[in-house]
């Protein structure tokens, strides 16, 4: 089992940038695909950003491409989102997710087997 723990989130203003951190516990890190998701009040959870397990390949939903990077670091259990040139409409809670197959990028949130607790990510027009 991984337990995952998001940090980083905050208030910002339009155009300003965030980094947000998931740190990964349990199992062996580098087993799994991570991915980015988030949830905006009233709206369903949506992928944002995934990355194979060597970091290798990535991939970014269309309303973010551009400007947003995923990252990891293997050898602190870790995956990043960096977050430029942030929207009003990036506002939600971002969620990170771990996923068993670690060596493709899938955008299903049933693909995910674990999850961390959100991190609010509140971007101010």
């Known amino acids: 089992q991984v337990q995952l723990v998001e940090s980083g989130g905050g208030l910002v203003q339009a155009g300003g940038s965030l980094r947000l951190s998931c740190a990964a516990s349990g199992r062996t890190f580098s087993s799994y695909a991570m991915g980015w998701f988030r949830q905006a009040p009233g709206k369903e959870r949506e992928f944002v950003a995934g990355i194979t397990w060597s970091g290798g390949r990535t991939y970014y939903a269309d309303s973010v491409k551009g400007r947003f990077t995923i990252s990891r670091d293997n050898a602190k259990n870790t995956v990043y989102l960096q977050m430029n040139s942030l929207k009003p409409e990036d506002t939600a809670v971002y969620y990170c997710?771990?996923?068993?197959?670690?060596?493709?990028?899938?955008?299903?949130?049933?693909?995910?087997?674990?999850w961390g607790q959100g991190t609010q990510v509140t971007v101010s027009s």
């Open positions: 997710a771990a996923d068993r197959n670690p060596a493709w990028i899938r955008i299903a949130r049933d693909s995910f087997a674990y």
